[in-house]
């Protein structure tokens, strides 16, 4: 069979693509191994999503209006988001939501495995495995969306992307009202380093858990949390989140998007809202038949904030002390704004980023 455009992996960032094609008239295929995959995630996502994707608010399950950051000694601030809030979603109901607004722009669906990719004379050969069998496709192009652990990336480059482990576990909880509507990150030393704990709002109770570089260390600091926590042991999931590096756009007549590229935002490991973003700009370079136009468009927009979330992360989440001056710096209600502004907001500029990059250098002497 051949096909203009295969989008590989049915997550966020490949629905996205797969609408986003279709809506522009180009024969997409949407590929994804598991129509009732849930991703493992907090499914945490910023309300502007909603509108800039055009999603239904009914696949909102939670909302946090505010954010509680604890600092290794136990300070506390809880941060109002503003005119923003934080919708949790179940994933494997949003997934599929994303999935079927693609199919009704005229996407087709199919639920099967890629196993093989190769690079034949100016197209993509792709094996698919079905439960009716290896079906082959070749394509013009080739979206990569599946995910942190992408056998395209593996196959084409010999290596995935440098990788955070993570573990997490939900709880059913008596009474909720303690979280209801926040957020919760934890720093500090009973957190791996480089990374933060969390205690999110979910469908079903709440999602609790933490990540590292380390893969072994995972499992003990998220005992402990939850010792911390008054909860006994439950079921776990481990799963990667990848960490940005800004290499990977596009080979031979491949786009990589969402989690395949690492296209997570550094410090606090969104992915869901870059992974749509990254699919819109790759499809703007499929459909002008440019593919540089897809890292142009990208590093127009976003190159400045991961490089400034990745110097804060490198930074502040060093030792527990730097991690203590980060809690302390929203005593500052100039600070607090500011954040809530370079997090919620898009259309942040240069001055609010040069003004973090002050405080870090203000900060970052002595310690
Ligand atoms: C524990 C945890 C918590 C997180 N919490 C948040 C959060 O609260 N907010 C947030 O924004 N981000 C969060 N993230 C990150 C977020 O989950 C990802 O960044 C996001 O899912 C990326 O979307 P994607 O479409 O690129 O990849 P994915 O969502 O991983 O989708 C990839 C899809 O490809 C399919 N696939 C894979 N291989 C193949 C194949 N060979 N053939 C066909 N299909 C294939 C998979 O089944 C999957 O459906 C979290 C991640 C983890 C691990």
Redesign the pocket.
Known sequence: MEIDIAV?????????AAKLLSRAKRETVL????LK?E????????SKAFKEFDIPRQLIKKRADAIRIVSPKGKTHDISLGAAF?A?VH?EEF?AALRMAAVSEGAALLE????DIQHVNGQSALT??TAAGDTSIRARHVIA????????VKKMFGRFPRR?Y???EIHSVESESDLSGR?EFRFGSVTPPGFYS?I?PHKDGI?I?T?SEHTGEVDGYLDGMLRDSGLSKGQR??????VWDGSLYYKNGVYF?????G???PF?????????R??EFAVAAVLKNKPGLYKKLWQEKYRKRYLLMRALQRYFLKNDARMETLVSLYDNPHIREASVRLWTQDDVKINLIGGFTALIKKYGSGR
Request: with cysteine; net charge neutral.
């Open positions: 590989i992996g049915g997550g966020p960032a490949g629905a996205t590929i994804e191994r598991n995959n991703k493992p995630c907090g499914g945490g996502i910023l934080l949790i994933r997934d099967g495995t890629l196993t698919i495995k969306a599946d995910g942190v652990n992408s056998m395209i955070v993570t573990a997490h957020c969390w999110f999602s858990g990540g999931r481990g799963y990667f989140i990848p998007v969402g989690d395949a590229a296209m997570v935002l606090t490991y969104e992915g869901i809202y870059y992974a749509m990254s699919a």
